[in-house]
């Protein structure tokens, strides 16, 4: 009965593979998000999505690309995959955006390794 | 350039003891901030939560204060307990919704 989940936990792959990385929310949500959390610890926003809708898209490779098949998904693509790439992503879910003061659950994350 | 800003790195406190965990912003147009408590290997888990139109916000040992005109929120853990040992992050929310955190505090709580 996880709120949000994401799979895999772990992904260690070579430089230029393509990977995805699945989010699922359970709590009937409208809104989802990917954050990043680097290496010097910072967790930044990289995209969110409102009812299927994409509403943030911070200055990320266009390598990434989010994908929303509904609203209790927001899976992450990324293409040829490079070292700095390698990271922490935590997904996340909220009742609404812009709607008022709304808490964001979040995910356990995915362990990113590109070597 | 950081919005949110932890200057701590770390803090250690004697179990029963008060921890208080400093954040500083620079956005005055923030107007809703949130403590998250990360342990590792896992996601940031809500604590508490203040709007900009309240100065304290409290719930159980954890009590939140924003002072306003100094940009400054902390988060008051008493007493402090082992298990209360993580990584606190401090953030704000952004105007599309998002969460600006800060870089996070590890708290170590000594028996």
């Known amino acids: 009965d996880t709120a949000v989940s994401q799979t895999p936990k772990y992904l260690v792959t070579q430089m230029g593979n393509d990977k995805s990385i699945k989010c699922e929310q359970n709590?009937?949500?409208?809104?989802m998000y990917w954050y990043k959390q680097d290496s010097k610890k910072f967790l930044k926003i990289m995209f969110s999505?409102?009812?299927?809708?994409?509403?943030i898209n911070e200055t990320v490779p266009n390598r990434f690309s989010p994908k929303s098949p509904d609203k209790a998904h927001l899976n992450l693509h990324i293409n040829s995959l490079e070292l700095g790439d390698s990271a922490v992503y935590f997904c996340?879910?909220?009742?609404?955006?812009?709607?008022?003061?709304?808490?964001?659950?979040f995910g356990p994350g995915t362990r990113l390794l590109v070597l | 350039d950081q919005q949110v800003k932890q200057n701590s790195p770390s803090l250690s406190v004697q179990e029963g003891r008060i921890s208080i965990l400093n954040c500083d912003y620079t956005n005055s147009m923030f107007d809703y901030f949130l403590w998250y408590k990360k342990y590792p290997a896992e996601g940031p888990t809500f604590l508490i939560s203040i709007s900009s139109i309240k100065d304290k916000n409290e719930d159980g040992r954890f009590t939140v204060f924003l002072n306003k005109s100094a940009k400054h929120l902390s988060l008051h853990i008493v007493p402090s307990q082992p298990g209360d040992s993580a990584v606190y992050f401090c953030?704000?929310?952004?105007?599309?919704?998002?969460?600006?955190f800060g870089k996070g505090t590890k708290l170590s709580v000594k028996p």
């Open positions: 709590l009937g949500h409208d809104t």
């Open positions: 996340a879910s909220s009742r609404g955006a812009r709607t008022g003061q709304e808490t964001q659950y």
């Open positions: 953030a704000a929310r952004g105007s599309q919704g998002n969460l600006i």
């Open positions: 999505y409102n009812n299927k809708e994409l509403i």
